[in-house]
């Protein structure tokens, strides 16, 4: 049988986009990622053009679906609605699969521009998957008809093959894993942690990833006395990611807005609870009272309280990371993710083909 063939509109730059190709090259797939900005890595084929801001997606566009018609795909599969939408409306192709990341479907829709090609893209596609319920219903909300064609296909995890024990009890390691953005919320932590330690003298708080905020956030620090406790540890590489939530004993997601929370399946996956704010997808990856603690969004005294609450009990601590630990063996594990797209590959390309006259 014939390789199958699938073109991938979506960010070169986007450590999310290349574990999706790479898992699904493994599977057999041959795939060909078109993108904006970012250059071509490791064994992936790639189209790269230069990104100069929004109007970028529109002066590629005809070069992009020519380069994407060249390749002879079986399926073309669009990650992020907007922007790379327009390259699939543009494409004239079937089937197209779309997978919705977040802010292309809860933010974006606020222009009317956006919202107008979003919402052709999710009546064109042939499929569509949302990384969490939250988002397929957001999607629905936006195109009610596409209730029939989403799924959930969450963005799974890889779980260490051994659980790392916790560090010492003394002192009490905490971390943060997001950019430093406004949604992200780390102003919010940084002003609850004048709280918490008051309470808890000796405790340490480690701030992970750069930002448009960091050299604000580092003046907050410096402001509030705090720079004793609160660390900046820097941009991550991927490698990194779970040895740094091993050294700490719980981390910390006081989001804004939050589609999903990969960050939080890490954390998990490392059996450390996660204290998050209540907002979007978050619920589905932290059971509150058992995998970790759900505060409401802004509320600093609540997210204070949350983390004295963990602080001082080590034993609930261990009780809630093996929880999340157990979460994300049942539910969130990258192989899972990666089978359930490429069953769907399979299944879009084979019903493609058996619809194609020989």
């Excluded at 063939?5 to 898992?23: L, Q």
């Excluded at 189209?47 to 997606?57: E, W």
């Excluded at 090609?117 to 949302?130: E, F, G, Q, V, Y």
Aim: with cysteine.
């Amino acid at each position: 049988m014939a390789p199958k063939r699938v073109v991938v509109f979506g960010w070169a730059t986007s450590v999310h986009t290349r574990r999706w190709i790479e898992g699904l090259s493994s599977r057999g797939f041959q795939i060909r990622l078109i993108s904006l900005g970012g250059k071509s890595s490791g064994d992936i084929d790639t189209v790269v053009y230069p990104r100069s801001g929004r109007l970028s997606y529109l002066r590629y566009c005809r070069q992009a679906v020519r380069a994407a018609a060249k390749f002879k795909p079986d399926l073309i599969h669009v990650h992020y609605a907007a922007g790379f939408g327009l390259w699939g409306l543009a494409s004239r192709f079937e089937p197209i699969l779309v997978s919705v990341w977040g802010t292309d479907i809860v933010d974006l829709p606020s222009n009317p521009v956006f919202r107008f090609s979003i919402k052709a893209l999710l009546r064109k596609a042939t499929w569509i998957t949302a990384t969490s319920r939250y988002l397929r219903d957001v999607a629905v909300q936006l195109r009610p008809e596409v209730a029939q064609r989403i799924s959930v296909v969450p963005f799974g995890v890889r779980v260490p093959d051994r659980a790392a024990p916790f560090p010492g009890d003394k002192p009490v390691r905490i971390c943060f894993l997001k950019a430093h953005r406004s949604v992200s919320g780390p102003d919010i932590l940084i002003r609850a942690m004048k709280e918490v330690v008051r309470v808890i003298p000796d405790i340490r708080l480690s701030i992970a990833g750069i930002g448009p905020m960091t050299a604000e956030l580092q003046g907050m620090v410096r402001n509030y006395g705090l720079e004793d406790n609160i660390t900046f540890v820097g941009q991550l590489e991927i490698d990194q990611v779970y040895t740094f939530l091993q050294k700490h004993h719980m981390m910390v997601m006081p989001s804004r807005r939050e589609s999903f929370g990969v960050a939080a399946l890490e954390a998990a996956a490392c059996g450390r609870p996660v204290i998050g704010a209540n907002v979007g997808g978050v619920q589905e990856v932290i059971v509150d009272g058992e995998t970790g603690l759900l505060v409401q969004p802004e509320d600093e005294a609540g997210l204070a309280g949350a983390i004295i609450k963990l602080a001082l009990d080590a034993d609930l601590r261990y009780k809630m990371g093996l929880a999340g630990l157990d979460l994300v063996e049942q539910n969130f594990r990258w192989e899972k993710s990666l089978d359930a797209m490429a069953a769907l590959y399979e299944r879009l390309i084979c019903e493609k083909r058996k619809n194609t006259p020989v």
